[in-house]
């Protein structure tokens, strides 16, 4: 992984042209759209456990001298009335488990739903942890 682009900052044009309400993308694929243009070097399908084949959806890693390690993960059908796979109460617990060992092995979990990646809440959310919780908006120059 690449060390943290320093050109952090990005117009509000290239945020509208990731920020999208298209149905047929993923919600993955427009999250990496948008580290993607606000500079922020990730990894896809982290594996994070020594001895388990748990992965989270993104690993993003601090510019800073605290080197700290986030993991990114997005829940898809948050608001479906399915009961199966993630979101039965199985699955569930299974994802607590896997997040309680990620943050036992030193990672931070940031956790979205489809609509927040949509819309912005995911990116704006790792903006501002990467800006130690300063307000962040597109074109917003630090």
């Not at 070097?41 to 982290?46: K, L, M």
């Not at 979101?87 to 060992?101: L, R, Y």
């Not at 903006?127 to 300063?134: C, D, N």
Request: a positive charge.
């Amino acid at each position: 992984m690449s060390k943290l682009h320093t050109g952090d900052s990005i117009s509000a044009a290239q945020f509208r042209e990731t920020r999208t309400k298209r149905h047929d993308l993923k919600p993955e694929d427009i999250f990496a759209a948008h580290l993607t243009a606000a500079k922020i070097p990730f990894e896809r399908q982290y594996k994070f456990h020594p001895e388990r084949k748990w992965r989270a959806d993104f690993m993003i890693k601090s510019g800073g001298t605290s080197g700290a390690m986030y993991l990114c993960d997005i829940d898809g059908g948050t608001f479906s009335r399915s009961k199966l796979g993630h979101n039965s109460g199985a699955g569930i617990a299974k994802s607590f488990e896997k997040f309680n060992e990620a943050a036992l092995l030193g990672f931070r979990v940031l956790r979205f739903d489809t609509p927040m990646v949509r819309d912005g809440v995911a990116l704006n959310t790792v903006m501002r942890l990467l800006h130690g919780g300063k307000e962040w908006r597109p074109g917003k120059q630090r």
